[in-house]
C-alpha cells in the first residue's frame, strides 16, 4: 500500500501524462480541421503562447509569482535576477518557439530542441520535488505543466 504522499505523487504523474496527451490530440484535431498546420507547429504555437504569457505574469506581477514560487527577493539584486530569468528568459523561449512554428522549421530539429529543453527542466523539477517535498500549489502546476509539454514532444517525435 502507497503512503498518501506517494499516492498523491502518483496521481500527479498519471494526470500529467494526461495532460501531455490532451496537448497532443488537441493538435491533432486543430490540424485535421484544415488549419493547414501540423501538430507540431500547433504545438510549438502553444509553447510561445504559454511561455509569452509567463513572461508578462512574472514580470508585471513578479512580487507575487516570486513569492507563490517561494522566491525571497531580499534585495534589488534579486528582484534583477528573478526578472532576468523569468521574464527576459521566458520572452526569449517565446520568439524561439514562435519562429520554429512561423518559419516552418524541420520538425525534426524544433522537436528536438524542445526535448532538449525541457528533458533537463523536468528532470530537475522532479527531483527537487522529491528532494523539497512539501511544495506549494504553482509549483506543483509549473512540473505538470513542464512535464506535459515534454510528454507531448516526445509523443510527436515518435509518432513522426
Aim: proline share 2%; hydrophobic share 50%; glycine share 8%.
Amino acid at each position: 500500500m502507497l503512503s498518501p504522499a506517494l499516492r498523491k505523487r502518483e496521481v500527479m504523474a498519471r494526470n500529467t501524462m494526461g495532460c501531455g496527451l490532451l496537448l497532443i490530440d488537441a493538435a491533432a484535431r486543430l490540424a485535421h480541421f484544415g488549419t493547414h498546420m501540423t501538430a507540431t507547429t500547433i504545438y510549438l504555437y502553444v509553447n510561445a503562447v504559454l511561455y509569452a504569457v509567463f513572461a508578462l505574469w512574472c514580470t508585471f506581477g513578479h512580487e507575487r509569482t516570486a513569492q507563490s514560487l517561494g522566491y525571497l527577493t531580499r534585495n534589488n539584486a534579486g528582484r534583477s535576477e528573478y526578472l532576468t530569468v523569468y521574464g527576459g528568459l521566458q520572452w526569449g523561449l517565446a520568439i524561439l518557439f514562435a519562429t520554429l512554428a512561423t518559419h516552418r522549421a524541420p520538425e525534426t530539429l524544433a522537436l528536438a530542441i524542445s526535448i532538449g529543453i525541457y528533458a533537463p527542466i523536468v528532470l530537475y523539477r522532479l527531483a527537487s520535488l522529491f528532494r523539497y517535498a512539501p511544495v506549494g500549489g504553482l509549483t506543483k502546476s509549473v512540473a505538470a505543466l513542464e512535464t506535459a509539454l515534454l510528454v507531448a514532444a516526445v509523443a510527436l517525435w515518435f509518432a513522426r
